[in-house]
């Protein structure tokens, strides 16, 4: 069987900005990421109880084949830094 796909896209900013009058290194970095940019859903692979029943003993159906509750990604998420380099 073949699942939902899955697609996410992260994306990250930064500006360097040197401080010479501290040091010929000295370097301060501010960083934006973004993770899951798009914001897309993606959903898991549908669970059945057991991970292999689609139907009762009884032979009816158990009503959770191909039923989709849960995601494999989190959410969009932005994230600031600043980071010092020396």
């Given at each position: 069987?073949?699942g939902?796909?899955?697609?996410?896209?992260?994306?990250?900013?930064?500006?360097?900005?040197?401080?010479?009058?501290?040091?010929?290194?000295?370097?301060?970095?501010?960083?934006?990421?973004?993770?899951?940019?798009?914001?897309?859903?993606?959903?898991?692979?549908p669970?059945?109880?057991?991970?292999?029943?689609?139907?009762?003993?009884?032979?009816?159906?158990?009503?959770?084949?191909?039923?989709?509750t849960?995601?494999?990604?989190?959410?969009?998420?932005?994230?600031f830094a600043l980071?010092?380099?020396?």
């Amino acid at each position: 069987m073949i699942g939902p796909e899955t697609s996410d896209l992260d994306f990250s900013i930064f500006k360097n900005s040197y401080i010479k009058s501290i040091s010929e290194d000295f370097n301060v970095q501010f960083r934006t990421e973004f993770f899951n940019i798009l914001n897309r859903t993606n959903f898991a692979v549908p669970v059945t109880p057991n991970n292999t029943d689609i139907f009762y003993s009884n032979g009816e159906p158990t009503g959770v084949a191909g039923l989709l509750t849960s995601t494999t990604t989190i959410a969009r998420e932005i994230q600031f830094a600043l980071k010092l380099v020396w």
